[in-house]
């Protein structure tokens, strides 16, 4: 609303602690002074010990409310923390996505599932540019089929796995399946009939 001052909103949580923060340090005042006093004669001293102790526990108390006021509560020594960090420092590796051959083989070898799919692609689409288009587009389909196949069955396929597992089956498998789906149904003379994918082409192109 219009004439509000922002400065006269309620307190979040860092206020709250701060508060509690100061509390706390009164009464630890408290305390030292009570304890100064306890120094004194045997009657005196009980009293203060008495009031140190007071001063004490509800320090504590402030210093707990302090915690649960700024939201971060004092973690346990030596518990490991289960948190993700703040700031991430690197992208971790997908799932299987390590070297599909040993560490002495060269570079190629260690990603021979990824430029196996790779070179199957490309030769598809050099053969449906010279015009065998339909033989073309099927060899890319069964490609992404076979990157689809090992990915399922090596544990690690190197730079072919982009995501998780599951992930990238039904990546390459949807896609496999539906270039050769098509390659098989593309006129002239479908090999392939399937009467409403033929509805939908035709509603599509009309």
Known sequence: MAGTDPRG???GPNG???????????????????????KQPDGAGA?????????NGAGAKANGTAGRATGKPAAKAGAPSHRF??????????????????????????????LTVLGGVALGLAITAAGGFRVGLILVGACLLLGAVLRWLLPEVGMLAVRSRFTDLI???????AIVLLALMIQPKPILHLPFLDDIVHFAVR
Do not use: I
């Open 9 to 11: 909103a309620a307190p």
């Open 16 to 38: 709250a602690g701060a508060k509690a923060n100061g509390t706390a340090a009164k009464l630890k005042d408290t305390a030292a002074r009570a304890t100064a006093a306890a």
């Open 47 to 55: 009293e203060a010990n008495g009031t140190a102790a007071k001063a």
């Open 85 to 114: 960090p703040e700031v991430t420092q690197d992208t971790a590796r997908p799932e299987g996505g390590g070297r599909a051959a040993g560490g002495a083989a060269p570079a190629p070898a260690r990603q021979w599932p990824l």
């Open 171 to 177: 990546t390459y498998g949807g896609l496999g399946s």
